[in-house]
Protein backbone atom coordinates (compact mmCIF):
# COMPACT_ATOMS: atom_id res chain seq x y z
CA UNK A 1 0.00 0.00 0.00
CA UNK A 2 3.05 2.75 0.46
CA UNK A 3 4.13 1.87 -2.28
CA UNK A 4 1.39 2.77 -4.11
CA UNK A 5 1.12 5.94 -2.37
CA UNK A 6 4.66 6.46 -3.43
CA UNK A 7 3.80 5.73 -6.74
CA UNK A 8 1.16 7.93 -7.34
CA UNK A 9 2.56 10.67 -4.56
CA UNK A 10 6.00 10.91 -5.02
CA UNK A 11 6.06 12.80 -7.78
CA UNK A 12 4.43 16.15 -6.27
CA UNK A 13 6.13 15.51 -3.03
CA UNK A 14 9.44 14.90 -3.73
CA UNK A 15 9.87 12.37 -0.37
CA UNK A 16 12.34 9.66 -1.56
CA UNK A 17 15.67 9.87 -3.50
CA UNK A 18 15.58 6.19 -3.60
CA UNK A 19 12.95 3.77 -3.55
CA UNK A 20 13.49 -0.52 -4.39
CA UNK A 21 9.77 -1.47 -4.39
CA UNK A 22 11.24 -5.07 -5.84
CA UNK A 23 13.29 -5.32 -2.33
CA UNK A 24 10.91 -4.02 0.12
CA UNK A 25 8.01 -6.63 -1.73
CA UNK A 26 10.76 -9.42 -1.32
CA UNK A 27 11.85 -8.73 2.20
CA UNK A 28 7.79 -8.25 2.93
CA UNK A 29 7.69 -12.07 1.54
CA UNK A 30 10.49 -13.39 3.84
CA UNK A 31 8.50 -11.46 6.72
CA UNK A 32 5.58 -13.31 5.91
CA UNK A 33 7.21 -16.77 5.14
CA UNK A 34 9.07 -16.58 8.38
CA UNK A 35 5.55 -15.52 10.13
CA UNK A 36 4.01 -18.42 8.08
CA UNK A 37 7.29 -21.20 9.20
CA UNK A 38 6.38 -20.01 12.75
CA UNK A 39 10.15 -18.57 13.25
CA UNK A 40 10.80 -15.79 16.06
CA UNK A 41 9.98 -12.53 14.87
CA UNK A 42 11.49 -9.40 15.57
CA UNK A 43 9.09 -6.59 17.45
CA UNK A 44 8.51 -4.69 14.06
CA UNK A 45 8.02 -7.29 11.94
CA UNK A 46 6.72 -6.22 8.59
CA UNK A 47 6.49 -2.63 9.50
CA UNK A 48 7.95 -0.39 6.51
CA UNK A 49 10.32 2.47 7.52
CA UNK A 50 11.85 4.78 4.87
CA UNK A 51 15.30 5.90 6.30
CA UNK A 52 16.71 9.55 5.86
CA UNK A 53 19.65 9.22 2.98
CA UNK A 54 22.37 10.17 5.87
CA UNK A 55 22.18 6.27 7.00
CA UNK A 56 24.52 4.19 4.95
CA UNK A 57 22.47 0.73 3.86
CA UNK A 58 24.57 -2.03 2.72
CA UNK A 59 24.05 -2.31 -1.22
CA UNK A 60 21.80 0.35 -1.45
CA UNK A 61 22.72 3.65 -2.77
CA UNK A 62 23.32 6.46 0.14
CA UNK A 63 24.21 10.18 -0.74
CA UNK A 64 23.64 11.82 1.97
CA UNK A 65 21.98 14.47 -0.69
CA UNK A 66 25.41 15.23 -2.21
CA UNK A 67 26.33 14.95 -5.66
CA UNK A 68 29.25 13.92 -4.33
CA UNK A 69 28.52 10.77 -3.28
CA UNK A 70 26.25 9.90 -6.17
CA UNK A 71 26.29 6.16 -6.97
CA UNK A 72 27.47 5.31 -3.77
CA UNK A 73 26.47 1.68 -2.57
CA UNK A 74 28.25 1.02 0.90
CA UNK A 75 29.53 -1.80 1.77
CA UNK A 76 27.78 -1.78 5.44
CA UNK A 77 25.08 -1.32 7.19
CA UNK A 78 24.70 2.15 9.45
CA UNK A 79 24.20 0.26 13.46
CA UNK A 80 20.37 2.07 13.52
CA UNK A 81 20.01 0.52 10.19
CA UNK A 82 20.74 -2.74 10.98
CA UNK A 83 18.67 -2.71 14.16
CA UNK A 84 15.97 -1.27 12.19
CA UNK A 85 16.63 -4.77 10.10
CA UNK A 86 17.07 -7.18 13.08
CA UNK A 87 13.60 -5.68 14.49
CA UNK A 88 12.46 -7.03 11.48
CA UNK A 89 11.80 -3.70 9.38
CA UNK A 90 10.96 -3.07 5.47
CA UNK A 91 13.17 -0.28 4.20
CA UNK A 92 10.93 1.52 1.63
CA UNK A 93 13.90 3.77 0.80
CA UNK A 94 16.18 6.45 1.29
CA UNK A 95 14.80 10.26 1.62
CA UNK A 96 15.58 13.44 0.24
CA UNK A 97 17.97 16.03 3.09
CA UNK A 98 19.64 19.00 2.45
CA UNK A 99 23.57 18.37 1.10
CA UNK A 100 25.44 16.82 4.47
CA UNK A 101 22.09 17.60 6.51
CA UNK A 102 22.76 21.53 6.32
CA UNK A 103 20.05 23.37 5.98
CA UNK A 104 16.44 24.06 7.23
CA UNK A 105 14.46 23.62 4.36
CA UNK A 106 15.92 20.85 2.29
CA UNK A 107 16.51 23.16 -0.51
CA UNK A 108 20.26 22.70 -0.55
CA UNK A 109 19.10 18.82 -1.79
CA UNK A 110 21.87 18.48 -4.90
CA UNK A 111 18.67 15.89 -6.20
CA UNK A 112 15.47 17.30 -6.00
CA UNK A 113 13.24 19.99 -4.19
CA UNK A 114 11.01 18.30 -1.57
CA UNK A 115 7.12 19.78 -0.54
CA UNK A 116 5.04 19.55 2.36
CA UNK A 117 2.05 17.91 2.04
CA UNK A 118 0.11 20.50 3.68
CA UNK A 119 0.72 22.74 1.20
CA UNK A 120 3.07 22.01 -1.52
CA UNK A 121 4.29 25.34 -2.04
CA UNK A 122 6.07 25.30 1.16
CA UNK A 123 8.63 23.97 2.47
CA UNK A 124 8.75 19.97 4.54
CA UNK A 125 11.30 21.58 6.80
CA UNK A 126 15.12 20.19 6.85
CA UNK A 127 17.30 18.78 6.79
CA UNK A 128 15.26 15.69 7.58
CA UNK A 129 12.69 16.76 5.15
CA UNK A 130 12.35 13.96 2.62
CA UNK A 131 11.04 12.05 6.03
CA UNK A 132 9.15 14.53 7.25
CA UNK A 133 7.36 14.13 4.01
CA UNK A 134 7.24 11.17 3.54
CA UNK A 135 5.38 10.66 6.45
CA UNK A 136 3.10 13.75 6.74
CA UNK A 137 1.88 12.46 3.28
CA UNK A 138 1.20 9.31 4.05
CA UNK A 139 4.26 7.35 2.24
CA UNK A 140 5.88 5.79 5.14
CA UNK A 141 3.89 5.37 8.40
CA UNK A 142 7.24 6.43 10.29
CA UNK A 143 10.81 7.48 9.39
CA UNK A 144 14.06 7.70 10.66
CA UNK A 145 16.13 11.53 10.77
CA UNK A 146 19.24 13.41 12.00
CA UNK A 147 19.09 16.36 14.09
CA UNK A 148 22.34 18.40 14.47
CA UNK A 149 20.53 21.56 15.05
CA UNK A 150 17.51 20.67 14.67
CA UNK A 151 16.90 18.69 11.79
CA UNK A 152 14.45 16.21 13.01
CA UNK A 153 12.12 18.59 15.50
CA UNK A 154 12.24 21.86 12.65
CA UNK A 155 10.92 19.49 10.15
CA UNK A 156 8.36 17.46 12.56
CA UNK A 157 7.01 20.89 13.63
CA UNK A 158 6.22 22.18 10.01
CA UNK A 159 4.72 18.96 8.88
CA UNK A 160 2.71 18.47 12.40
CA UNK A 161 4.61 15.12 13.55
CA UNK A 162 6.40 14.32 16.37
CA UNK A 163 10.30 14.18 16.26
CA UNK A 164 12.54 13.53 18.72
CA UNK A 165 16.09 14.37 19.23
CA UNK A 166 17.77 11.49 21.78
CA UNK A 167 20.21 12.61 24.30
CA UNK A 168 23.86 12.82 22.49
CA UNK A 169 25.35 9.46 22.74
CA UNK A 170 22.21 7.49 23.71
CA UNK A 171 21.73 6.28 19.66
CA UNK A 172 24.26 5.03 17.40
CA UNK A 173 26.22 7.58 15.41
CA UNK A 174 28.18 4.35 13.44
CA UNK A 175 27.34 4.50 9.92
CA UNK A 176 26.12 7.72 10.31
CA UNK A 177 27.64 10.26 7.23
CA UNK A 178 29.07 13.04 9.78
CA UNK A 179 28.35 16.50 9.33
CA UNK A 180 28.95 17.70 12.97
CA UNK A 181 30.32 14.90 15.25
CA UNK A 182 29.90 16.64 18.57
CA UNK A 183 26.06 17.08 17.60
CA UNK A 184 24.80 14.80 15.18
CA UNK A 185 21.93 12.66 16.44
CA UNK A 186 19.44 9.94 14.54
CA UNK A 187 16.00 10.01 15.94
CA UNK A 188 12.61 9.09 15.31
CA UNK A 189 9.93 11.05 12.98
CA UNK A 190 6.31 9.89 13.54
CA UNK A 191 3.25 10.75 13.54
CA UNK A 192 2.26 9.76 17.39
CA UNK A 193 4.06 9.91 20.41
CA UNK A 194 3.94 6.11 21.26
CA UNK A 195 5.72 5.53 17.60
CA UNK A 196 8.00 8.02 17.74
CA UNK A 197 8.92 5.94 21.14
CA UNK A 198 8.67 2.55 19.96
CA UNK A 199 11.04 3.48 17.02
CA UNK A 200 13.31 4.91 19.07
CA UNK A 201 13.52 1.97 21.32
CA UNK A 202 14.42 -0.08 18.15
CA UNK A 203 17.67 1.96 17.66
CA UNK A 204 18.85 3.02 20.26
CA UNK A 205 21.31 1.92 23.48
CA UNK A 206 24.80 1.24 23.52
CA UNK A 207 27.18 0.75 20.74
CA UNK A 208 31.13 -0.23 20.63
CA UNK A 209 31.16 0.99 17.54
CA UNK A 210 30.15 4.30 18.72
CA UNK A 211 33.21 5.90 20.99
CA UNK A 212 30.74 8.27 22.43
CA UNK A 213 28.24 6.01 22.91
CA UNK A 214 26.26 6.03 26.23
CA UNK A 215 26.90 2.69 28.33
CA UNK A 216 23.62 3.08 29.71
CA UNK A 217 20.27 1.21 29.31
CA UNK A 218 17.48 3.37 27.55
CA UNK A 219 14.62 4.59 29.86
CA UNK A 220 11.15 2.59 29.16
CA UNK A 221 10.25 5.10 26.33
CA UNK A 222 7.30 3.67 24.84
CA UNK A 223 5.70 2.95 28.37
CA UNK A 224 5.70 6.41 29.54
CA UNK A 225 4.68 7.47 26.61
CA UNK A 226 1.42 5.41 27.18
CA UNK A 227 1.54 6.59 30.96
CA UNK A 228 2.10 10.21 29.89
CA UNK A 229 -1.26 9.75 27.47
CA UNK A 230 -3.51 9.91 31.00
CA UNK A 231 -2.37 13.41 31.28
CA UNK A 232 -2.08 13.75 34.89
CA UNK A 233 0.42 16.17 35.22
CA UNK A 234 0.37 16.86 38.71
CA UNK A 235 3.85 17.29 40.44
CA UNK A 236 5.70 18.07 37.13
CA UNK A 237 7.74 21.14 37.32
CA UNK A 238 7.48 22.93 33.93
CA UNK A 239 10.06 26.34 32.71
CA UNK A 240 8.93 28.81 29.78
CA UNK A 241 12.68 29.07 28.60
CA UNK A 242 12.22 33.00 28.30
CA UNK A 243 14.81 33.64 26.01
CA UNK A 244 12.39 31.49 23.92
CA UNK A 245 9.43 33.58 23.08
CA UNK A 246 9.06 33.92 26.71
CA UNK A 247 7.75 37.04 27.79
CA UNK A 248 9.11 40.18 26.30
CA UNK A 249 10.89 37.81 23.88
CA UNK A 250 9.19 37.33 20.89
CA UNK A 251 10.86 39.50 18.00
CA UNK A 252 11.15 37.06 14.97
CA UNK A 253 7.93 35.36 16.66
CA UNK A 254 5.03 34.69 14.17
CA UNK A 255 1.58 35.75 16.00
CA UNK A 256 0.21 32.29 15.50
CA UNK A 257 3.15 30.60 16.66
CA UNK A 258 3.47 32.31 19.94
CA UNK A 259 -0.57 32.04 20.65
CA UNK A 260 -0.43 27.94 19.55
CA UNK A 261 2.29 28.04 22.52
CA UNK A 262 0.34 30.03 25.30
CA UNK A 263 -2.29 27.79 24.36
CA UNK A 264 -0.50 24.88 25.25
CA UNK A 265 1.17 26.36 28.50
CA UNK A 266 -2.32 26.79 29.59
CA UNK A 267 -2.96 23.12 28.74
CA UNK A 268 -0.20 21.86 30.75
CA UNK A 269 -0.95 24.02 33.48
CA UNK A 270 -4.62 22.71 33.18
CA UNK A 271 -3.26 19.16 33.47
CA UNK A 272 -2.01 19.96 37.33
CA UNK A 273 1.62 21.12 36.37
CA UNK A 274 3.35 23.64 37.61
CA UNK A 275 4.17 26.15 35.15
CA UNK A 276 7.18 29.41 35.27
CA UNK A 277 9.41 31.08 33.39
CA UNK A 278 13.10 30.34 33.53
CA UNK A 279 15.53 32.75 32.33
CA UNK A 280 18.63 31.09 30.19
CA UNK A 281 20.80 34.12 29.55
CA UNK A 282 23.29 32.15 27.15
CA UNK A 283 20.97 30.68 24.78
CA UNK A 284 20.62 34.43 23.06
CA UNK A 285 24.20 33.27 21.51
CA UNK A 286 23.40 29.54 20.89
CA UNK A 287 22.94 30.45 17.04
CA UNK A 288 26.34 32.40 16.60
CA UNK A 289 28.40 29.51 18.50
CA UNK A 290 26.43 26.78 16.71
CA UNK A 291 27.44 28.37 12.90
CA UNK A 292 31.07 28.14 14.33
CA UNK A 293 31.55 24.34 15.64
CA UNK A 294 28.93 23.17 13.26
CA UNK A 295 30.82 24.13 10.18
CA UNK A 296 34.49 24.05 12.22
CA UNK A 297 33.64 19.87 12.51
CA UNK A 298 31.51 19.38 9.34
CA UNK A 299 35.23 21.18 7.31
CA UNK A 300 37.39 18.50 9.55
CA UNK A 301 35.05 15.40 8.85
CA UNK A 302 33.98 16.69 5.02
CA UNK A 303 37.87 16.31 3.96
CA UNK A 304 37.43 12.61 3.79
CA UNK A 305 35.54 13.89 0.64
CA UNK A 306 38.59 13.89 -1.89
CA UNK A 307 37.06 11.87 -4.93
CA UNK A 308 39.31 8.95 -4.28
CA UNK A 309 37.95 6.69 -1.85
CA UNK A 310 33.77 7.25 -2.56
CA UNK A 311 31.46 8.81 -5.03
CA UNK A 312 32.28 10.54 -7.44
CA UNK A 313 35.75 11.24 -9.65
CA UNK A 314 35.93 14.34 -12.07
CA UNK A 315 38.74 14.62 -14.47
CA UNK A 316 40.02 11.26 -14.08
CA UNK A 317 41.72 10.97 -17.33
CA UNK A 318 45.32 10.78 -16.89
CA UNK A 319 45.97 14.22 -17.67
CA UNK A 320 45.57 15.72 -13.80
CA UNK A 321 47.77 15.16 -10.94
CA UNK A 322 46.06 14.53 -7.14
CA UNK A 323 45.52 17.65 -6.26
CA UNK A 324 43.80 18.70 -9.19
CA UNK A 325 41.38 15.93 -9.43
CA UNK A 326 40.66 16.20 -5.66
CA UNK A 327 40.17 19.81 -7.09
CA UNK A 328 37.99 19.35 -9.28
CA UNK A 329 36.07 16.77 -8.01
CA UNK A 330 35.29 18.86 -4.72
CA UNK A 331 34.23 22.07 -7.10
CA UNK A 332 31.72 19.92 -8.73
CA UNK A 333 30.86 17.44 -6.10
CA UNK A 334 30.11 19.69 -3.16
CA UNK A 335 26.82 22.33 -3.74
CA UNK A 336 27.02 26.35 -2.15
CA UNK A 337 25.91 25.79 1.48
CA UNK A 338 28.28 22.90 1.78
CA UNK A 339 31.03 24.84 0.16
CA UNK A 340 30.15 28.14 2.53
CA UNK A 341 30.38 25.94 5.95
CA UNK A 342 33.88 24.15 5.20
CA UNK A 343 35.09 27.64 4.00
CA UNK A 344 33.99 29.21 7.72
CA UNK A 345 34.64 26.24 9.57
CA UNK A 346 38.23 26.56 8.02
CA UNK A 347 38.61 29.85 8.90
CA UNK A 348 37.56 29.49 12.03
CA UNK A 349 40.17 26.65 12.73
CA UNK A 350 42.81 28.36 11.67
CA UNK A 351 45.97 29.60 13.79
CA UNK A 352 45.13 33.16 14.83
CA UNK A 353 41.54 32.80 14.40
CA UNK A 354 40.83 29.87 16.65
CA UNK A 355 41.11 31.65 20.22
CA UNK A 356 38.70 34.32 18.36
CA UNK A 357 35.79 32.57 16.81
CA UNK A 358 36.44 28.52 17.52
CA UNK A 359 37.37 29.06 21.66
CA UNK A 360 34.72 31.93 21.90
CA UNK A 361 32.05 29.33 20.84
CA UNK A 362 33.21 26.11 22.73
CA UNK A 363 32.82 28.82 25.93
CA UNK A 364 29.46 29.47 24.98
CA UNK A 365 28.84 26.00 24.52
CA UNK A 366 29.93 25.73 28.23
CA UNK A 367 27.68 28.63 29.84
CA UNK A 368 24.73 26.98 27.61
CA UNK A 369 24.81 24.16 29.15
CA UNK A 370 25.52 25.76 32.68
CA UNK A 371 22.09 27.34 31.87
CA UNK A 372 20.09 23.92 31.38
CA UNK A 373 21.77 22.65 34.76
CA UNK A 374 20.65 25.60 37.01
CA UNK A 375 17.53 25.37 35.16
CA UNK A 376 17.29 22.21 35.92
CA UNK A 377 17.31 22.06 39.50
CA UNK A 378 13.86 24.10 39.26
CA UNK A 379 11.91 22.59 37.10
CA UNK A 380 11.89 19.33 35.54
CA UNK A 381 11.60 20.32 31.73
CA UNK A 382 12.27 23.33 29.87
CA UNK A 383 9.43 23.94 26.33
CA UNK A 384 9.42 26.56 23.92
CA UNK A 385 8.16 27.18 20.29
CA UNK A 386 10.06 24.53 18.08
CA UNK A 387 10.66 27.19 15.51
CA UNK A 388 9.43 31.12 15.35
CA UNK A 389 7.36 30.19 12.42
CA UNK A 390 5.44 27.86 10.50
CA UNK A 391 6.84 26.45 6.89
CA UNK A 392 7.91 29.21 5.06
CA UNK A 393 7.00 29.16 0.95
CA UNK A 394 10.09 27.27 -1.08
CA UNK A 395 12.37 29.56 -1.94
CA UNK A 396 11.67 32.67 1.06
CA UNK A 397 14.94 32.16 2.10
CA UNK A 398 17.57 30.23 -0.23
CA UNK A 399 19.11 33.65 -1.18
CA UNK A 400 19.37 34.64 2.37
CA UNK A 401 21.88 31.66 4.62
CA UNK A 402 20.61 34.23 7.66
CA UNK A 403 17.08 33.94 7.39
CA UNK A 404 17.17 30.11 6.94
CA UNK A 405 19.66 30.11 10.33
CA UNK A 406 16.67 31.49 12.16
CA UNK A 407 14.40 28.53 11.78
CA UNK A 408 16.90 27.30 14.21
CA UNK A 409 16.69 29.77 16.93
CA UNK A 410 15.20 27.44 19.29
CA UNK A 411 16.10 24.16 18.98
CA UNK A 412 19.88 24.86 19.17
CA UNK A 413 20.28 25.41 22.79
CA UNK A 414 19.70 21.54 23.56
CA UNK A 415 21.80 20.28 20.56
CA UNK A 416 24.54 22.36 21.60
CA UNK A 417 23.88 20.65 25.60
CA UNK A 418 23.89 17.04 24.20
CA UNK A 419 20.16 17.24 25.31
CA UNK A 420 16.96 14.91 24.42
CA UNK A 421 14.26 17.43 23.08
CA UNK A 422 10.88 16.53 21.25
CA UNK A 423 8.59 18.37 18.83
CA UNK A 424 4.98 17.44 19.16
CA UNK A 425 2.44 19.04 17.49
CA UNK A 426 0.49 22.03 19.53
CA UNK A 427 -2.20 22.92 17.53
CA UNK A 428 -2.35 25.33 13.62
CA UNK A 429 -1.74 28.77 12.58
CA UNK A 430 -3.34 29.96 9.33
CA UNK A 431 -4.05 25.96 8.46
CA UNK A 432 -0.68 24.83 9.00
CA UNK A 433 1.39 22.76 11.63
CA UNK A 434 2.35 24.23 15.02
CA UNK A 435 5.38 22.64 17.16
CA UNK A 436 5.99 22.72 20.98
CA UNK A 437 9.28 21.24 22.09
CA UNK A 438 9.94 20.02 25.36
CA UNK A 439 13.70 19.96 26.56
CA UNK A 440 15.24 17.57 29.22
CA UNK A 441 17.77 16.35 31.22
CA UNK A 442 20.62 14.30 29.99
CA UNK A 443 19.18 10.65 29.67
CA UNK A 444 15.82 11.83 30.68
CA UNK A 445 14.27 11.07 27.34
CA UNK A 446 11.36 9.67 28.80
CA UNK A 447 10.16 12.74 30.66
CA UNK A 448 10.13 14.16 26.66
CA UNK A 449 7.20 11.41 25.76
CA UNK A 450 5.66 11.54 28.74
CA UNK A 451 4.87 14.91 28.84
CA UNK A 452 4.31 15.00 24.68
CA UNK A 453 2.24 12.18 25.23
CA UNK A 454 0.08 14.32 27.64
CA UNK A 455 -0.27 17.14 24.86
CA UNK A 456 -0.96 15.39 22.13
N1 LIG B 1 19.50 23.88 10.09
C1 LIG B 1 20.69 23.60 10.83
C2 LIG B 1 21.88 23.69 9.92
O1 LIG B 1 21.71 24.02 8.81
C3 LIG B 1 20.59 22.27 11.50
C4 LIG B 1 20.80 21.15 10.57
C5 LIG B 1 20.75 19.83 11.24
O2 LIG B 1 20.28 19.69 12.36
N2 LIG B 1 21.29 18.84 10.55
O3 LIG B 1 22.98 23.41 10.29
Redesign the pocket.
Known amino acids: AYLDRIEAEDGAVGAYLHVDGEAALERAAAVDAARAAGEELGPLAGLPVALKDVFVTEGVPTTSGSRILEGWRPPYDATVTRRLKDAGTVLLGKTNM?EF????STENSAYRVTRNPWDLSRIPG???GGSSAAVAGGLAPWALG???????R?PAAVTGLVGHKPTYGSVSRYGLIA?SSS??QAGPMARTVLDAAVLHEAIGGHDPRDSTSIDAPLPPLAECARRGAAGDLSGLRVGVVRELGGEGHTTGYEEGVLARFAEAVQLIEGMGAEVREISCPSFDLALAA??LI?PSEASSNLARFEGMRFGIRVSDDGRHDLDEVMALTRAQGFGPEVKRRIILGTYALSAGYYDAYYGQAQKVRTLITRDFTTAFDDVDVLISPTTPSVAFPLGSRVDDPLA??A??LC?LPA?LAGLPATSVPCGLSEGLPVGLQIMAPALADDRCYSLAAAVE
Open positions: DAMGSGSSTDTGGSIQFLDYYAMYADTS
